[in-house]
């Protein structure tokens, strides 16, 4: 079956500028997650939806960043006014009720 | 304190032997989980394997398994029979939090592992 997919997988963008990276999880999958990777790092959480629950976005760096998950499904992370540090690459996951979290791709961010 | 430490230097390894690759992770939390995943150079997440915190037995999977000794508070991973393929960065992660939850995972450092031919 499909994966979890991102788009789009590569963005450039102006300092100041917004940006709107999308997560399609896994048909399903209840639990959606974004993480950021800085280069050469590993891994950090930024944000957790399950179900109809309240977001978790205890991980989200600043007010310039949100999420929202429609229907149940699709997510969409916004960076507002990005800044240089915002460069990372940002990945989506989503599981079920079981243990295991699956990722897609990234999104490779590049302000400049 | 880091929730989870990956401390080892680049690792190298000639094919079709054996590597371990050391994960420690700190957590008061008696329920948790620890995972290990696989980057590749293309840069995608590869579940490899998991191993619960009340598990009796060491998880494994294929060529993978997981030395997990809890007074330790180690969760190595164990690769047998390296392949050329497995070169790639592999990460040590956590979830606390009663099996069966959806919860954040905490990610270490990574650790770079090379197999030479």
């Known amino acids: 079956g499909a994966g979890v997919s991102q788009s789009p997988s590569n963005k450039v963008t102006e300092k100041g500028k917004d940006v709107e990276l999308r997560c399609d999880p896994i048909s399903g999958h209840t639990a959606l997650y974004w993480y950021r990777q800085s280069l050469g790092q590993g891994l950090e959480f930024l944000i957790y939806?399950?179900?109809?629950?309240?977001?978790?976005k205890s991980g989200l760096p600043s007010d310039r960043f949100s999420a929202e998950r429609t229907g149940g499904s699709v997510s969409t992370l916004t960076i507002q006014r990005t800044q240089q540090e915002d460069s990372a690459v940002y990945l989506c996951?989503?599981?079920?009720?079981?243990?295991?979290?699956?990722f897609g791709p990234g999104t490779r961010l590049l302000v400049l | 304190a880091q929730k989870i430490t990956q401390t080892q230097p680049g690792m190298f390894v000639q094919e079709k032997e054996a590597v371990t690759l050391d994960c420690t992770y700190d957590t008061s939390d008696p329920s948790y989980g620890l995972f290990w995943y696989k980057q590749p150079s293309s840069g995608e997440m590869i579940f490899l394997i998991y191993q619960g915190s009340y598990d009796q037995q060491n998880a494994t999977e294929g060529r993978y398994s997981l030395n997990f000794q809890k007074a330790r508070k180690s969760a190595n991973l164990v690769i047998s029979a390296s392949q050329l393929g497995d070169s790639a960065m592999y990460f040590c992660a956590m979830r606390e939090g009663y099996t069966g939850a959806n919860s954040k995972l905490t990610f270490g450092k990574g650790i770079t592992l090379s197999v030479r031919p």
């Open positions: 996951a989503s599981s079920t009720r079981v243990e295991t979290q699956y």
């Open positions: 939806f399950q179900g109809n629950s309240a977001p978790d």
